[in-house]
């Protein structure tokens, strides 16, 4: 879930409420406040505790919470495990650690410490572009350990580590939940097996991702691709021109909220641009029918190659990296 | 295809022919020498065209050849082109550009000047871990200019990604082919509307992937995905602790085939390691009742744990890079 | 600079003073803390401060203080560059954005809008294996429209890449100071034009990382090289084996600190790696005659090799990249 | 050494001695064929010995020869050698094998395997950017184990590295050599004790590398790294906007030498684009006072920015690698 600001930079909360009953209309199966899309790290601890608390008073049990709780150490995760069971939460879901970037050993002995103490059902968040990875074996060990570890969250994208995952995991806890936090590739992960999903994308087409849920899970996959290849076009045009998570922002904006501008300051050539990016993105979601075309109209859409020039670019920068005595 | 060698290091034209019959009999739908699998980089220009020549004979037509075309520059691949369309293969593959790893523009400047000049159809092929990456925009831009590129195999297995090249060709391209060579995920990509694969496991397994293929073109995914799992478990067996491709030799031997050393030395321990693996993939085999399991019997296997190392030393690497002054 | 906690894992005030004034005592010409290697992101917002304050108080004067400022958003991180302000620090040092990792223009703007209203001087601190990399031009832009930007410390240990922003800004300004975090390559840096360094070693052997300071600004070379190669041996030993920073805080441990367990838990299995390592550590220590040998006696030493693995591992990794479909 | 080819894309042999000749008379200490900026990939196995066999002729041992012997397999490597042997060559350089990329112990069977049978010293080249890495526990097997092993050419750039290779293979082999392929840095690599370079920029400024050879040996450092800022400089600009070697074919075309299309196509873009970058390497040489400027003058540069640029991008890229499944 995005947090709405308000002029200050200050967290709205007329507006956080608003969002929140809309998404639950809409048809989400739970809301997840304080992940990367709510931009957790840019909040302080005590407003991290205001959305919690903000988003499961407004719920009011429609659907069950997920909070990120990952804290500066486990003694402060653990106080705001705390704070969230008396909310009401159903579980947190927890980081691994970044900026120092862990060994599986250590990033185990973090899991452990907090399973071990934590007042509510904990699920692992995996989301290896932003922080310490948690391999397969770390996850065996500790859904074989620990009851209070229930399920995992991978952002990843990769089907064979799903697989992977799974395969190691289902034999000894068959109750796990695995969900993905990469849309883009949904449906097939729900064919492979995969729970559900804890996506972004539902900020701003929260009727679509459910809908590649319905049809997959009632084994629909023809229809269920035709929606997969135009959120896969939907995503690739929220996140890859701008800044994660401002596209999701931008887009959801023109489902009716205000976000306000985030914290991470932005230039004023940002700002120009992403009036025009966000023109793209009123364009598709125009094609969903969720939204209003701009009055300019919209353009025929080439397939968006900002994503395919990055593959090009892994290569060149393989280059750099071998070439500055990297390997 | 694998390439037997005998105890000189020779091309065992005998046991080739043997392998050939052997995969048709199996039910592959057709062939594929010189591809990475069969380490066209360690044979000579003179070597690589025999392997075609006695392939296409021993074939005879039973099934299409697709010859791995890729030479030490334009001028020497036209020339293999021109050998392999007079041995009547069907169609071409050519990797892009190794060693040197080059831009996008650069990468369609060297298959645009093939394609102008080739007599035969030619299938790009994307294997971005060895050789220069070919990104979408190209393969469109290929695709849209000439009619004798008529398809890819692509190795990456990103489902997004062949979810993009497939969105980017096939409005202007309907016959363009879309093959994929990562078969750890091979049951999703035909779901998502793959044409095939090419795949190192049909070395070892033959009828296993064909399987695969005939339950996911008949739509019966949770057959298709109880047999993927296992593909996937053989698969990370043959590729992890050995260095490629020769777990998917030591997998094939167990067939009934001898392909020899190969020609990248190996230390004494390497071949003493050589022989503890292939006992696994023994008795992955023997699980597929494909092979018998050996004298000493299986061990029960836990879910081999070399692939998610991996993502763990991914991120302990990324701080060497970092560390290295890279980025 | 590391920061002791108490058994309870709380700040030890007591021991940190007496840190401080040992690190003084041995020739250091400035502290640095919350940086890395004071682990800044497992502490709270009011630790980040009582340290500051406790290593300024401390310090009283003796040598000018570089205090890590970087806080949630740019809000908090000026609120706490005022109160550095007050406790007299000399200037603060600003990590880029971590967690997220942003492109150039972003962090441009996120600099830019600290540097118009911080109280402070600010030195840039690009650290890529923990945060966004902050490119030449973004620090010629930042040095030319900022004068509140004194300096960067960069811990990339690149050399080229030093020479690059050396040659970018000096021209416009002579004044910005270029310190180096990667010890392993002091000396070079030092003869290239690098104006100092802020690292971690110090915090074991300030007395050594002073010498190899003074020696190359008289330009003894041979002689700076001979300890930069023991340097060399003895950071590779902290580094490596261990989670950053903890082989340093294990080092500094033989110079007579307590440090405390450290905030990220450990297995007992770790905890057992850990005494192994440090005896190493130890002998190193004797070596420099800084510390008595362990009792058991020291083996001779073959070079340690971790390092050199990661460089296969590298490719290795690659292959893994590459292999899921990244390129 | 760059291979200049005639209007048929074929060996211009006339041209080669003329280059071998001029570049003798400016001071190089050696010559060396069938490296990577001879692109001895693009040739034919055939024309690999045409090439030495001409350069060795016209040397007529005024300089020795250090011969890439690289070829498809142990095999025709060794007859390489063997020819080479025969040409007077003093020693042969291999580099690691490419395309596959292999475990330290792969490498090492291949370069014990040819170190057991050279007629000709052999010299390790490390190039990681293109081929599988050589550690040092690698390089200290095969120095400790192989007399005609003689030394290393390392092209990664990074100080720590060769530091580490030099204090791991010194104290066994202290005739072996330590060769930087890495220019941008090599007055600081002659500091720490390499003990030379071979290096693509010496083919358009022999004088200069050899300037910076002279000044370093002669303990001058200030004066050289006055000409390696400046070398740095150049080497960027061949460097980074080119496809590799054609930025220091173009500038050895400004020292009076025609070399031909090379063998990798460009489109029309490309050679536009060629010839606007080649006029700013004609103002750096201008600078050099080696050529004379363009007759349309030279704008003043801003330092050459693409290479910071990937900095950034390398940031970006790791992004698009985490997302598509890889950590």
Known sequence: ??????????????????????????????????????????????????????VADQAGGRVPILAGAAEANVKETLGACEAYAKMGVRAVAIVSPFYYKLA????????????????????????????????????????????????????????????RMMAAVRPIRPDFSFLTGWEAVLVPMLMIGCDGGTN???????????????LSRAGKYDEAMKWQFRIL?????????????????????????????????????????RTALASVLQCILADFELVDPPAAGCAPRVREIGHDKVEQVVFEVMHELEKRGVF
Chains 1, 2, 3, 4 share one sequence.
């Open 1 to 54: 879930m995005l947090v709405p600001l308000d002029e200050q930079g200050q967290i709205n909360e007329a507006e956080l409420r608003r969002f929140v009953s809309w998404l639950i209309d809409r048809g989400v199966h739970g809301l997840y406040p304080n992940g990367s899309t709510g931009e957790f790290t840019r909040f302080t601890a005590e407003e991290r505790r205001r959305i919690v608390q903000v």
């Open 200 to 214: 972004a994308s539902s900020n701003a087409v929260p009727e679509v991702t459910r809908r590649l849920y319905d």
């Open 233 to 273: 076009e939907l995503f690739d045009a929220m996140l890859n021109p701008f800044e994660f998570p401002d596209g999701f922002r931008a887009a959801a904006e023109f489902r009716g909220f205000r976000f306000g501008r985030g914290r991470q300051p932005q230039t004023s050539a940002q700002r120009t641009d």
């Open 104 to 163: 599986a050993e250590s990033v185990y002995a973090y899991f452990a410490e907090i399973a071990r103490h934590t007042p509510l059902d904990v699920t692992l968040y995996n989301i290896p572009m932003f922080a310490s990875p948690i391999d397969v074996p770390t996850i065996r060990r500790l859904a074989a350990e620990f009851p209070r570890v229930i399920g995992i969250k991978d952002s990843s994208g990769d089907l064979a580590f799903m697989m």
